[in-house]
């Protein structure tokens, strides 16, 4: 009996969609057209494949508010963000396309009389990339765009809460004239999914750190690669020099934005004691503002979490950090749409709080923050430091020297002066601890997706 996905709405509670996991003889096809699709598509000069992949982004630009709807059906981020998410995933596209010539170039030697010396960049073959549901599009273009541009075939896993985003990109690719089998979708089990690993010569995996400890149990016994994009608890520090309405603005939608669903989502706060007590009543004042709802409704900003165990996951945090002496300064009543057992969670601010509590040190992925007073830039670097993630972590100031000062101790992949929640597609995505290894996105972005191979000729005279 063949397997069958199923698509929860968050937002009603309905299946939106259902698809049929492949079983082994799918998955063995899928190997077979990558396989022999893949020895044309290296072939294919560079150029041309850019202008394919440029025709992509077009194709699916075109579609944006089918997207946009589509994925707040399946994941629950108001309808007046989802377009975002499109021209997020345009603008890494396009920039990646744009480095790609250079950040594949051949890397030439020192002149040596009699030879020539140079690297290249070969493609692995088959690229295997595994997405979620938070920002579907959004990490998957982080590797399939760069891995199709590098001459390697490619097969993505969507999320089986976001499983129309694969077909997505499969439609706007056809419609660009990606030959049949450079690109494909597949709906997996984790059985399946462990099938195309061993099978595919690199594995690019975005979710939580036990999703990263099963690919690498999956690809122990080989010398198979993997980049692992998994947790963050994101930070920030808010100095005594900072401006104070600017911060609060920003780290509230840093905070919130999704729910509060992404890896480098803000999660702690740690704020100068001269300005502490202005910022905590700028960010409270802003939590008790937003508008939780149907997030079909264009005047929803917070919609709901994925599913109602998320929700109920982020409550117990918040209930246990107050039975420790945390101080909720957000009313849930104040928020109709809010039921405990289902998605829809209130934002929350929490106070007094501390590292013994899990708030602060264990992953929510919601829309709950901590502030903790800070007396001095030490404190705060060895709070921020005090964790098992590392993904990114940001600072307010005026002071663009203390900003670099600080960021050289703050033990991240990236490091914000007066912003957060931010991918610029020109720096590298990188984590440390345990938000994982590998890196996406910039021309170092490239170099987990090819392997080099060099050319010595010595001409004989």
């Not at 990558?34 to 294919?44: E, H, I, L």
């Not at 694969?166 to 494909?184: H, I, M, T």
């Not at 008790?288 to 409704?297: I, Q």
């Amino acid at each position: 009996m063949t397997e069958t996905l199923q698509c929860i709405s968050p937002v009603n509670g309905g299946v939106f969609a259902e698809r049929p996991l492949a079983d082994d003889t799918e998955i063995a096809a899928a190997l077979s057209r990558a396989a022999a699709a893949g020895p044309g598509w290296r072939a294919t000069p560079l150029r041309e494949r850019c202008a394919i992949l440029n025709r992509a982004v077009d194709a699916f630009a075109e579609d944006t508010m089918e997207i946009a709807q589509e994925l707040t059906l399946q994941m629950g981020r108001p309808i007046a963000h989802t377009p975002g998410e499109v021209a997020g995933f345009a603008e890494r596209a396009r920039h990646m396309i744009a480095i790609a010539p250079d950040a594949l170039a051949d890397i030439e030697a020192a002149p040596v009389h009699g030879v020539t010396r140079f690297i290249r960049r070969a493609p692995l073959g088959l690229v295997f990339v595994a997405a979620p549901w938070n920002y579907p599009y959004l990490t998957a273009v982080n590797s399939v765009w760069p891995a199709l541009l590098a001459g390697n075939t490619v097969i993505l896993k969507p999320s089986h809460q976001t499983p129309l985003t694969a077909e997505r990109f499969a439609a706007a690719l056809a419609r660009a004239g990606l030959p049949e089998g450079v690109y494909q979708p597949l709906h997996l089990s984790h059985a399946g999914a462990e099938t195309v690993m061993r099978t595919a010569d690199f594995t690019a995996f975005t979710g939580s750190v036990a999703g990263g400890h099963a690919v690498q149990r999956a690809l122990a016994d080989g010398f198979k690669g993997a980049g692992l994009e998994l947790g963050g608890k994101d930070p920030a520090y808010v100095r005594h020099d900072a401006d104070i309405a600017h911060a609060v603005g920003h780290l509230a939608d840093g905070a919130f934005f999704n729910a509060g669903q992404s890896c480098c989502a803000i999660e702690r706060i740690y704020v100068h004691a001269d300005v502490y007590d202005d910022f905590a009543a700028g960010l409270i004042r802003a939590a008790r503002n937003y508008r939780l709802g149907d997030p079909r409704d264009p005047e929803t900003n917070l919609g709901p979490m994925v599913r109602a165990g998320a929700a109920d996951f982020v409550r117990g945090q918040v209930a246990d950090a107050v039975a420790a002496g945390a101080r909720a300064m957000v009313d849930p009543k104040t928020f109709p749409t809010d039921k405990p057992g289902t998605p829809y969670m209130a934002p929350q601010v929490l106070i007094n709080v501390d590292h013994s509590m899990r708030v602060m040190t264990e992953e929510s992925f919601g829309p709950v923050v901590g502030i903790m007073k800070v007396g001095s830039d030490d404190e705060a670097i060895a709070l921020m430091n005090d964790s098992d993630y590392g993904l990114t972590a940001a600072v307010w100031t005026r002071d663009e020297a203390a900003a670099l000062a600080i960021g050289e101790r703050v033990e991240t992949g990236t490091w914000f002066m007066n912003r957060c929640d931010y991918l610029d597609p020109a720096l590298a995505w990188t984590g440390v601890k345990h938000s994982g290894r590998g890196c996406t996105l910039s021309p170092v972005g490239f170099e987990q997706l090819t392997r080099p191979k060099s050319f010595h000729l010595r001409i004989q005279t």
